[in-house]
């Protein structure tokens, strides 16, 4: 079955960093890119990243370059996401996406959801 | 404020016609980026809709459509349902961002 499954929920203090990972099963995890979105409580969706599975290359939104690291584990198909210096404004549920075979950037398969929450 | 601006709700009664609008600029869907559509039902991930600018993936009425002009693009539902009560997201990239951008979401509602 072709999915991605996201790590479980957690609970961070301010100031702490926060790891969520994305196992891929299914298809060949180094041909499809994948990316991070998130979306705060009764907010809109916000890209954060993306990976290319096969180089490892990565580019971030400008809003997190410097707290945010994406890396993968092609020996197990799994991407990571490092969040690192949390405020209570990195409360969200943060989603992995394939993109789509063929595009460049539609996100055609996403993970369940990991909710991160951030508070004292 | 997004780059890409949606209306934050549109509503229509089961049969009838709603468009969504997602207005870019010249850094972003007037460059020629490419516009996809996501739906999002209350509490699930969201799921895409239409990929670069019209095409529908597999299992997708095609009750719903979409197009692309100029700096901007609009999502169509004709015969509107009940099951179609969601939030509706574009997305595309922006040349001055370096990155992808998600327009603030519209909330259809079936009246």
């Known amino acids: 079955q072709v999915q991605l499954v996201q790590s479980g929920a957690e609970v961070m203090k301010p100031g702490a960093s926060v790891t969520v990972s994305c196992r891929a099963s299914?298809?060949?995890?180094?041909?499809?890119?994948l990316h991070w979105v998130r979306q705060a409580p009764g907010q809109g969706l916000e890209w954060m990243g993306v990976?290319?599975?096969?180089?490892?290359?990565?580019t971030y939104a400008q809003k997190f370059q410097g707290r945010l690291t994406v890396t993968r584990d092609t020996s197990t198909s799994t991407l990571y996401m490092d969040l690192r210096s949390l405020t209570s404004e990195d409360t969200a549920v943060y989603y992995c996406?394939?993109?789509?075979?063929?595009?460049?950037?539609?996100?055609?398969?996403w993970g369940q959801g990991t909710l991160v929450t951030v508070s004292s | 404020q997004s780059v890409l601006t949606q209306p934050p709700s549109v509503s229509g009664a089961p049969g009838q016609r709603v468009t969504i609008s997602c207005t870019g600029s010249s850094s972003s869907i007037g460059a020629g980026y490419d516009v996809h559509w996501y739906q999002q039902l209350p509490g699930t991930a969201p799921k895409l809709l239409i990929y670069t600018n019209i095409n529908r993936p597999s299992g997708v009425p095609d009750r719903f459509s979409a197009s692309k002009s100029g700096t901007s693009a609009s999502l169509a539902i004709s015969g509107l349902q009940a099951e179609d009560e969601a939030d509706y997201y574009c997305?595309?990239?922006?040349?001055?961002?370096?990155?992808?951008?998600f327009g603030a979401g519209t909330k259809v509602t079936v009246l």
């Open positions: 996406a394939r993109v789509l075979e063929g595009s460049n950037d539609a996100f055609d398969l």
């Open positions: 997305l595309s990239y922006d040349v001055n961002l370096s990155g992808y951008v």
């Open positions: 299914g298809y060949t995890f180094t041909r499809h890119y």
């Open positions: 990976i290319n599975p096969s180089g490892g290359g990565t």
